[in-house]
C-alpha cells in the first residue's frame, strides 16, 4: 500500500508558477511510475502529466507541454510537478497517482494508488 499526499498547490495569477509536491509513504515510489492528474468543477478527471519507472521516459498532455515538468527524486520518495506560464484554465484540483507496471500511462484507469489532491487557482 502506499501512502501519497500532495502539496505546494495555492491561489497564482496568471503566468506565474507553482511547484507541486506529492510525498510517498508506506512503500518506496521508485519502484512506480507516477502521474499528475487534474480535476476542474464539472469536469472529467484528465490527465497532465508522467514519469516511467526508471525516469527515462516522461509524458505530458497537449495542453501542458513547454509549460509543465515532472520530476521524480526517488532517494526523497517524491514526486514533483513545475508548473510555469500558468493560466486560469489550469485552475482544478490536482492529483498524483502511482502506477505499479511502471509505465507513464495517460490513462487515470491504469494507476492504482491516488492522493487526496491539492488546489490549484490561477486568477487572471
Known amino acids: 500500500q502506499v501512502h501519497l499526499v500532495e502539496s505546494g498547490g495555492g491561489l497564482v495569477q496568471a503566468g506565474g508558477s507553482l511547484r507541486l509536491s506529492c510525498a510517498a509513504s508506506?512503500?518506496?515510489?521508485?519502484?512506480?511510475?507516477l502521474g499528475w492528474f487534474r480535476q476542474a468543477p464539472g469536469m472529467e478527471r484528465e490527465f497532465a502529466a508522467a514519469?516511467?519507472?526508471?525516469?527515462?521516459?516522461?509524458n505530458y498532455a497537449d495542453s501542458v507541454k513547454g509549460r509543465f515538468t515532472i520530476s521524480r527524486d526517488n532517494a526523497k520518495n517524491t514526486v514533483y510537478l513545475q508548473m510555469n506560464s500558468l493560466k486560469p484554465e489550469d485552475t482544478a484540483v490536482y492529483y498524483c497517482?502511482?502506477?505499479?507496471?511502471?509505465?507513464?500511462?495517460?490513462?487515470?484507469?491504469?494507476?492504482?494508488?491516488w492522493g487526496q489532491g491539492t488546489q490549484v487557482t490561477v486568477s487572471s
Open positions: 497517482a502511482a502506477e505499479i507496471d511502471g509505465i507513464a500511462w495517460n490513462d487515470p484507469r491504469k494507476y492504482d494508488y
Open positions: 508506506g512503500r518506496t515510489l521508485s519502484t512506480y511510475a
Open positions: 514519469v516511467s519507472r526508471s525516469g527515462r521516459s516522461t
